[in-house]
């Protein structure tokens, strides 16, 4: 570079509108909003296309919804609470804690809600994101964080005549609550998670209830109960509060990550030590053989998230609960036709399919481009997912996403957003400690981290026979599991303490007119 070019500063680049652009204004965005002023970075937005924050917890509101892990663990470590109603908090309780802490943390004129962005796009002349909104306006920032979680997009079932039904057709993920289903024959389609907390909860309505399942999912009780005064008063030492959370979290870090992270041997003993006892209890909640049978999954337990339910099963008890096995053919004008030829006439038709997770485009929900114009979702569709810890991708300079590829460990999604929050955080401190204007994770670093999660997947019981059947979304469309196969205490401990020079530190630097014809060179520091 010649001396003249050396002289030229960033004041010479176009300045952007704020040094930190989180997207999405759920526990992710509120967690990473947090994690930025702790690092002493202030000047940051928080968008969001709905008009609440909440993510997940403001968009999901039907019938029964509620957290499935206890809320105890459900929950900031640094904000922890025990005014819960009860121990698997209801959804509009999630909602109120993601109010709480807005307000707590000083976050109010930080967000900018019903603000969809439609476009984001790497300026590398200037070093800044440009953001494009539905309302035609760009907002530009230094740094972009990809706070959207995976339960952004609902997924329709692929199935002919789907839109041409001439009743009433909702997905569980976008829940009408104008429409009245007393009186009314009600088909749902799904049996997973949402499901089972649906369909006992409406069942009472409903003259007649019909539930299409493809795949029987694996239900154990539900040990959840009302969190009275004295519980109240318990859950409020914090002491108490904190060992039970302790105790809850080694449980699920055994039944939950341990189906990743552990040996194969261990794996398996702990699954088949498992299967027995709650095959046993599921058969107890059904009353007709034939039905009991329909209901048990032939795939192995922990080959999808397994669900809790004190209701689910007995609802098939009813005479006025159908469980329809047979594959649909399609749906009608008045229904729902299956494969032997039965048209299940119903008024209202509930989709409860889930999301598209693992989808082209549909994490993040709008075009993303790097450098170069490198589209990310066009990256991952031909080079597999895959990202530094969750966290960065080589060739998204200052972008940075909290429920990236091979960053979230099963178990609870707080516990993710406090880790690779911390480490956004932290590396976009020691950027500005550096004085520099760019940060991009090495290519090598992030291949080495891509190794390992694929080496130590190698002998997941995923990839057998035993999970053959269970339409899991544990893998993607290529086969791979994208989840982090580690601990949760390796995902604390590594998105903290990362050696800093796994990013490339840089700042872009003029060229001024008269010394040469291009722009936008960048020099390390």
Known sequence: MSPAARHATTAELEQPDHEVAVIGAGFGGIGTGISLQRKGIHDFIILDKWDQVGGTWHANTYPGVAVDIPSVVY????????????????????????????????????????????????????????????????????????????????????????????????????????????????????????????????????????????????????FDLEIGPLGRIILGNSRIRSAIRAIATVGIEMAMSGQVAGPAWLINAVRRAGEAPMRRWMRSQVDDPVIREKLIPRYGLGCKRPSMSNEYLKTFNRDDVSLITESIECVTPDGVRTVDGVEHVVDVLICATGFRLWDKGSVPPFPVHGRGGQDLGEFWDRHR????????????????????????????????????????????????????????????????????????QEKNFLFTDVCAGSNTYYLDQNGDSPFRPTTHGEMYWQNRHYNLDVYRYSTASVVPETVASTAGESVSV
Not at 94 to 112: F, I, P, T
Not at 192 to 217: N, Y
Not at 397 to 413: D, E, K, Q
Not at 426 to 435: D, H, P, Q, V, Y
């Open 75 to 222: 929950s900031f470590s640094y904000e922890q609470r025990g005014d819960w109603s009860r121990l698997f908090a209801p959804g509009i309780e999630l909602q109120q804690y993601a109010e709480s802490m807005v307000h707590k943390y000083g976050l109010r004129d930080k967000l900018r809600l019903g603000t969809s962005i439609t476009r984001a796009e790497f300026d590398e002349r200037n070093s800044l994101w440009r953001l494009a909104t539905d309302g035609g306006k760009e907002i530009t920032a230094r740094y972009c964080v990809m706070a959207v979680g995976g339960l952004e997009r609902p997924k329709m079932p692929d199935i002919p005549g789907v839109h041409d039904f001439g009743g009433t057709l909702m997905h569980t993920a976008l829940w009408d609550h104008d429409v009245a289903l007393a009186g009314k024959r009600v088909a749902v389609i799904g049996t997973g998670a949402t499901s089972l907390q649906l369909v006992p909860a409406i069942v009472d309505e409903t003259s007649h209830l019909t539930v299409f399942q493809r795949t029987p999912i694996w239900v154990g009780p539900k």
């Open 385 to 456: 997912f895959q990202s530094y810890q969750g966290v960065s991708v080589p060739g998204y300079p200052n972008m940075f996403s909290i429920t990236g590829p091979y960053g979230f460990v099963l178990g609870s999604y707080l516990w993710m957003i406090e880790a690779t929050s911390a480490h956004l955080a932290r590396a976009i401190a020691e950027t500005k400690r550096r004085g520099a204007t760019v940060c991009e994770i090495r290519q090598e670093a992030h291949d080495e981290y891509f190794r390992k999660c694929l080496k130590r």
